[in-house]
């Protein structure tokens, strides 16, 4: 009993920190918060927040919250994207909201970044195993370059950030996003403005659910 009190011990602290930091936020940042929803709301107009469905832990589809950054409609991502959604992207800025998914327990603040739900076909079985944590606001994908890297690294580097899992590991991580976001690394791939989707990519290269 004890042992698998230890075991689950780091797991504790992480949801422990996962709480507390996302009470600092909101005590701390709400101003920022504001201000940019106003900003938002005054070039974008309403709704202020973008919700979009995306795949948590055990496959579990959710809610993620963010600062809208485009205008509406279905026309090309480059084209909707609006200068001051550019600078929130290249901030980090329109992820702020996902404080409240922290809150409620759908993300952590480090683990795979949470994906579409049309994307669950096109993964090998190895790179399923990132929806056996939840997933996170940033992760060791998003350190190692962000979405300037491709879908096999980004994957692969989720893959073995579950494996391989220290809670020391989510402290360094967190630390090189400071820096990453600071330098504004890695904010998007060549010729897009976040990345290729992952079903554009691999095209009918399908794996079995």
Same mark, same amino acid.
């Given at each position: 009993?004890?042992?698998?009190?230890?075991?689950?011990?780091?797991?504790?602290?992480?949801?422990?920190?996962?709480?507390?930091?996302?009470?600092?936020?909101?005590?701390?940042?709400?101003p920022v918060m504001l201000v940019t929803a106003i900003l938002v709301y005054l070039r974008l107009g309403s709704p202020v927040f973008f919700k979009q469905t995306r795949i948590g832990k055990n496959e579990r589809p959710f809610s993620i919250v963010k600062f809208r950054t485009m205008h509406a409609g279905d026309g090309e991502d480059a084209v909707r994207m609006t200068r001051l959604g550019a600078v929130l992207r290249a901030?980090?800025?329109?992820?702020?909201?996902?404080?409240?998914?922290?809150? !409620?327990?759908?993300?952590?603040?480090?683990?795979?970044?949470?994906?579409f739900p049309e994307y669950l076909p096109f993964y090998t079985p190895r790179e399923r195993l990132r929806h056996t944590v939840r997933p996170g606001i940033t992760g060791l994908a998003q350190v190692s370059g962000r979405n300037a890297i491709s879908w096999n690294d980004r994957l692969e580097l989720?893959?073995?950030?579950?494996?391989?899992?220290?809670?020391?590991?989510?402290?360094?991580?967190?630390?090189? !996003?400071?820096? !990453?976001?600071?330098?504004?690394?890695?904010?998007?791939?060549?010729?897009?403005? !976040?990345?290729?989707?992952?079903?554009?990519?691999?095209?009918?290269?399908?794996?079995?659910?």
């Open positions: 009993m004890a042992a698998n009190y230890l075991k689950k011990l780091p797991l504790t602290i992480k949801r422990s920190i996962d709480v507390i930091v996302a009470l600092a936020i909101v005590f701390f940042l709400w901030t980090s800025l329109d992820e702020l909201p996902e404080v409240w998914n922290l809150l !409620t327990g759908e993300m952590s603040l480090v683990g795979p970044r949470p994906l989720d893959a073995k950030y579950i494996e391989n899992w220290k809670l020391s590991d989510d402290f360094r991580i967190l630390l090189r !996003t400071i820096i !990453t976001v600071i330098r504004r690394e890695g904010v998007s791939a060549e010729g897009h403005v !976040t990345m290729q989707r992952l079903d554009d990519e691999r095209g009918g290269h399908r794996h079995a659910l």
